[in-house]
């Protein structure tokens, strides 16, 4: 199979697995987005992301309790937190890189909606799953803008570039 993951069986199919880390904000809380001054840190906790390609352009997200599919071909918002992952795949895909479909299963120890940047860890680790997934590279603050971009048009959320590059 010479390494290529579109070779392997679907049962020998390499999971890959990904964690990106919430962000506390030392200084200039809500003034990255404002061209102010910031200062955080990166913390323990965060969210992982573990995941195979598929053969066909069905993607597959899962937490928790909730199963969500979709269509690689046709993404579009649905208000649910599938928007943010989603809306990384739709911007990689506006950059050029042809992706076809994939499952991943998130886990987390980040509270949603605590302040510590958990919607941004689940872009990062979901851009960086797709980047080793479909063997793509994209220098690190690219990553971080392509998922802000995510953030601030596909799911409609304004933030700056802070919560994604910490």
Request: hydrophobic share 30%.
């Given at each position: 199979y010479y390494g290529r993951p579109e070779k392997f069986p679907r049962l020998l199919r390499p999971t890959i697995s990904t964690f990106a880390p919430g962000r506390v904000e030392l200084l200039g809380n809500h003034t990255d987005y404002n061209a102010g001054v910031v200062l955080s840190a990166a913390i323990d906790l965060g969210i992982s992301a573990s995941g195979h390609r598929r053969d066909d352009d069905e993607i597959v997200l899962v937490s928790g309790g909730t199963r969500m599919t979709a269509?690689?071909?046709?993404?579009?918002?649905?208000?649910?937190?599938?928007?943010?992952?989603?809306?990384?795949v739709k911007k990689l895909?506006?950059?050029?890189?042809?992706?076809?479909?994939?499952?991943?299963?998130?886990?987390?120890?980040?509270?949603?909606?605590?302040?510590?940047?958990?919607?941004?860890?689940l872009e990062v680790s979901t851009a960086v799953l797709l980047m080793r997934m479909f063997a793509l590279e994209i220098p690190a603050l690219d990553v971080a803008k392509l998922c802000r971009r995510a953030e601030n048009e596909f799911v409609g959320v304004n933030c700056g570039l802070l919560a994604q590059a910490s």
């Open positions: 269509d690689s071909r046709q993404l579009a918002p649905t208000g649910q937190w599938t928007d943010y992952p989603l809306g990384v895909q506006e950059a050029g890189h042809a992706l076809g479909g994939f499952e991943v299963k998130y886990t987390g120890t980040l509270p949603s909606g605590a302040g510590l940047s958990s919607s941004a860890a």
